[in-house]
Structures are given as C-alpha cells and as structure tokens.
C-alpha cells in the first residue's frame, strides 16, 4: 500500500505514540506501507515539526525526516485544480493522485471528496481498519 501522510497524522504521531495516527507512521516506518513525498510536503513537515509550540525533540524529527527523504516514494506530483477548504492543503492531493496514493488525514473536513479528483481520504482509525482486512 502507498499513502500520502497530512502533516497533522505526523504531529498526532509524536505527540499520542499510542494512538492510530501513530501506528500508521510505525507501519510506514518499518516499511509495510510506502510514503509519497516531493519537495512541498517535506518543506511544510520540517516547517511544522519544528514549531516551538510542539517542543518535539529535533534530533528525533531530524531522523523522521531523513527516514521520509531516503525511504519515501518521491514523486513530481501535476498541478490540480482543486478547490479545498484549505488551499495549502492541495499539494497532499496533488501528490496522492500523482502515485496513486490513499491520503490519510485527522482532518477530513479538509478533503471533501467531491473536490478530491476521486482520491480516497481515510482518517488514520478508518486507513488502519483497511490495511488490517488487506493484511490479516
């Protein structure tokens, strides 16, 4: 499976290590699931994970991000036009379109499906409940 993580599922990641958004980035981690990335998102993950406000170890996000740069699926994602509650948010579509990517996101009301190009959005609980039916 290849997925295209929303910001906010790393955050919840490291701030909740025992819950679904978590268990999500530990199958991506240990390479059961593919991540997408390009040059967008990993700029908006070392923007957002580096905010004060979280007081995340940066050693730690240093080793995520290098994890993502080396082991992710980077793609060259084509322009959409979307119209999204959030524009900053379209680059996460673009991307998923772009490998053929579930986008898993906590924040679904940022993703109507009708303005999604056909792209499946799943929360982390809804995306976890598919890979376990998919993997046993």
Request: charged fraction near 25%.
């Amino acid at each position: 499976m290849i997925v295209v993580l929303d910001t906010n599922v790393l955050v919840s990641a490291l701030l909740s290590p025992f819950q679904a958004p978590a268990r999500v980035l530990d199958l991506v981690l240990s390479g059961e699931i593919d991540a997408v990335i390009d040059d967008r998102i990993m700029a908006e993950y070392r923007e957002v994970l580096a905010r004060p406000k979280f007081d995340f170890d940066m050693r730690a996000v240093q080793d995520l991000l290098d994890y993502f740069e080396h082991a992710g699926v980077a793609v060259q994602a084509t322009p959409l036009t979307i119209d999204l509650p959030d524009p900053d948010d379209c680059l996460f579509v673009e991307a998923a379109a772009s490998a053929e990517a579930i986008l898993v996101s906590g924040n679904l009301r940022h993703f109507p499906p009708e303005n999604c190009h056909g792209i499946v959005v799943e929360s982390p609980r809804a995306f976890l409940e598919r890979w376990q039916m998919q993997n046993g």
